[in-house]
């Protein structure tokens, strides 16, 4: 099972009315989709992530283009700041 820190989460901004294809891509990709709404939430082992969008800023590959507008990245909150 991979560390809390090697997990990347991200929402997904699908193409209009292209949701449901769009987590079906990015399943079959090896992403867990969470959730499917305005965005799609998922996440990833960190080499999954890095096969499929790239770091560390996300691209959306040429295979999702179709499907994915846009893909942002969820940073794990600090409890540690002031």
């Known amino acids: 099972m991979a560390a809390e820190g090697d997990i990347v989460s991200a ?6 009315g292209r949701q449901r294809q769009a987590a079906a891509a990015l399943a079959c990709l090896g992403l867990k989709v969470l959730h499917i709404g305005t965005t799609i939430s ?35 909150p600090d409890f540690h700041a002031l």
């Open 11 to 16: 929402e997904v901004e699908a193409a209009p």
């Open 42 to 76: 998922v996440s990833a082992p960190r080499d999954v992530w890095e096969r499929v969008f790239g770091l560390p800023q996300p691209a959306v590959p040429a295979e999702l283009s179709g499907d994915v507008v846009a893909v942002h990245r969820v940073e794990p």
